[in-house]
């Protein structure tokens, strides 16, 4: 059964750089990508990027570019996403998502449980 | 961007009926050279992530009960409960996969009635 499991909740001060992982289980890695989106507290879904894991190819949503950073460790099935300069509207639960195929154009299942980021002073 | 619009926001609906909601793209989704629509439907229940329903518009993904189903072709859509079950409340959001930046539905909340 395929599976994404995130990196637990994390709390920052704004101007900080957080990490989130996305491990993926029971499927090939390297067939899919894994788009990431982030969900503000009583708010809708919002894309952030998204990158392949066939080919390290990388598309990021202009809101977070120059921000965001998204990576893949093929040995452990690992996938990251990196947000920096955090502000308090960066507050979210953020989640990865598995997309089949070789780019974004597709849906997205699973999904991971989801990593709240509180930014704080 | 395409702006994707669901209506209504909130829905309320008895356990039986019919419960219907709509998506409508500022673009087309359709690719005519596979003429597959670009677009997916989600159930998402407090607390937890987002669950696939719908994909390519009408496909049933695996597993979800044959209650729900999706119609609709270009730019406007429909997912459509045929008979409400208690289960089922939750938002529910379009997504299209057209083109970048992948956007969604701003959601649409259902209730019992």
């Known amino acids: 059964q395929v599976q994404l499991v995130q990196s637990g909740a994390e709390v920052k001060q704004p101007g900080a750089s957080v990490m989130v992982s996305c491990k993926a289980s029971g499927h090939t890695f390297s067939n899919y990508g894994i788009s990431w989106v982030r969900q503000a507290p009583g708010q809708g879904l919002e894309w952030l990027g998204w990158?392949?894991?066939?080919?390290?190819?990388?598309t990021y949503a202009q809101k977070v570019q120059g921000r965001v950073s998204m990576i893949t460790d093929t040995s452990t099935n690992t996938a990251y996403m990196e947000l920096r300069s955090l502000r308090s509207d960066d507050t979210a639960v953020y989640f990865c998502?598995?997309?089949?195929?070789?780019?974004?154009?597709?849906?997205?299942?699973?999904w991971g449980q989801g990593t709240p980021v509180i930014v704080s002073s | 961007d395409i702006v994707m619009t669901q209506s209504p926001d909130s829905l309320a609906v008895s356990l039986g009926e019919r419960a219907t909601i709509n998506c409508k793209s500022s673009?087309?989704?359709?690719?005519?050279?596979?003429?597959?629509?670009?677009l997916a439907w989600y159930q998402q229940k407090p607390g937890q992530s987002p669950k696939l329903l719908i994909y390519w518009a009408s496909t049933r993904e695996s597993g979800v009960p044959d209650r729900f189903s999706g119609s609709g072709s270009g730019t406007d859509f429909t997912l459509t409960i045929s008979s409400l079950q208690a289960e089922d409340v939750a938002v529910y959001y379009c997504?299209?996969?057209?083109?970048?930046?992948?956007?969604f539905g701003q959601g649409t909340r259902l209730e019992i009635k």
């Open positions: 997504h299209q996969y057209y083109s970048v930046p992948i956007t």
């Open positions: 998502a598995r997309v089949e195929g070789e780019n974004e154009h597709n849906r997205f299942d699973p």
């Open positions: 990158i392949s894991l066939y080919n390290g190819k990388k």
């Open positions: 673009q087309t989704v359709l690719y005519t050279s596979n003429k597959k629509n670009y």
